[in-house]
Nanobody
Framework: QVQLQESGPGLVKPSQTLSLTCTVS??????????WSWIRQPPGKGLEWMGA?????NTYYSPSLKSRTSISWDTLHVTLRLTSVTPEDTAVYYC???????????WGQGTRVAVSS
């Protein structure tokens, strides 16, 4: 059974770049036709889709975050980079996979990130 595990710094200073990694066990990034998404949830707010790595290898980003977001990958990892962070980027960050980008099915447990000086 596949497992997803997010990792990254718990605290980032404003203006810095946040880098988070999703490590996959019991499976691989490509080969099964899954799409991989990064999703976050700020405190007291709903889920926000940030971007995705499609099974085709193409990447897609939320228009509101596109200028600051990039997704990269290797066989067992999907990495999210978010530049020029502000306190508004404080959130729990999740990676997830699904048969479509819109329907993430398998989720990691999430990693909490605070942006503060």
């Amino acid at each position: 059974q596949v497992q997803l595990q997010e990792s990254g710094p718990g605290l980032v200073k404003p203006s810095q770049t946040l880098s988070l990694t999703c490590t996959v066990s019991g499976g691989s990034i490509f080969g099964d036709g899954y799409h991989w998404s990064w999703i976050r949830q700020p405190p007291g707010k709903g889920l926000e889709w940030m971007g995705a790595l499609a099974a085709s290898g193409n990447t897609y980003y939320s228009p509101s975050l596109k200028s600051r977001t990039s997704i990269s990958w290797d066989t067992l990892h999907v990495t999210l980079r978010l530049t020029s962070v502000t306190p508004e980027d404080t959130a729990v960050y999740y990676c997830a996979r699904g048969n479509t980008i819109a329907t993430p099915r398998d989720w990691g447990q999430g990693t909490r990130v605070a942006v503060s000086s």
